[in-house]
Each structure stands twice: as structure tokens, then as C-alpha cells.
């Protein structure tokens, strides 16, 4: 396994732009949703998936009232404060006030993150501070080598 790296992260991530939206897919230029995306570039820096979600259904937060994504975010990857947030680390978040958190993305600059969302392919968009304000919870990749 190599390094893991800031840019290492970042360059796995801008590698899914372009991949069609598909619902609880994975494969790089085939289909993922926003899980996929972290879980493909997990697997690019890490070699297999940390684990394999169960089956969900696009209201499986709704459903289920658990904090399902911040609770798998916390197990495989290390918690940081949302003020410290640096390119290549991965962002959850809380589309509605009040909701389950349900959404995630890799962040790629200072106003910049690559995420998957329904109807779109994967893209890099500005972290506007209408993204900001929905952050549930910021978090790096875990063994990250600072040098790069």
C-alpha cells in the first residue's frame, strides 16, 4: 500500500468525475451515489472496502431515525473539527435541518468538493456556505502521511 496522501486523495477523488449517478453503486466511471464515491476511493488508497453497507433505500435515514452514515464515517475514518477541514478530507452532510445526515463528499481546495448527487454525474463544485451550513460532521482518512 502506498502513502496516503492529501494529493493522493484528492487526484482518486477528481477521478470519478463524470461517473453517472446510480443508487448504492460504486464503480468508477459506471455508476455511484455520494456512499459509493468515498467507498471507490477508499478502495484506491486502502485496496478493499473498510465494509459493505446493507442494502438502502433512497429514504433508508428517514426509515431507520439512526445516524447510519456519521456512525460508519466514525468507525473507519477519525473525526476532526469542521474548522479544520483540508482538501482530501470527507464531509457528511445534513441536507435539511433537523434530518438524518445522508450526503457525503471529498474536499478538493479550500471552496471545492467532488461529490455524486441523484441526477447528476460526479462533479467538483464550490463548498458554498449553503453546503457549509448543512455539515454534520468532517473527518480525514485515516494513516494520512501530512507530506503531500
Known sequence: MQH???ERIIQAARGWIGTPYH???????VGTDCLGLVRGVWRELYGDD???PPAYSRDWAEASGSEAMLEAASRHLEPKPVATISAGDVLVFRLRTGFIAKHAAIVT???AMVHAIENAPVAEVALTNWW????AGAFQFPDLSEGS
Open 4 to 6: 496516503v496522501t492529501r
Open 23 to 29: 443508487h448504492q453503486a460504486s464503480l468508477r466511471h
Open 50 to 52: 473498510a465494509e459493505t
Open 109 to 111: 481546495g479550500p471552496s
Open 132 to 135: 457549509s451550513r448543512r455539515i
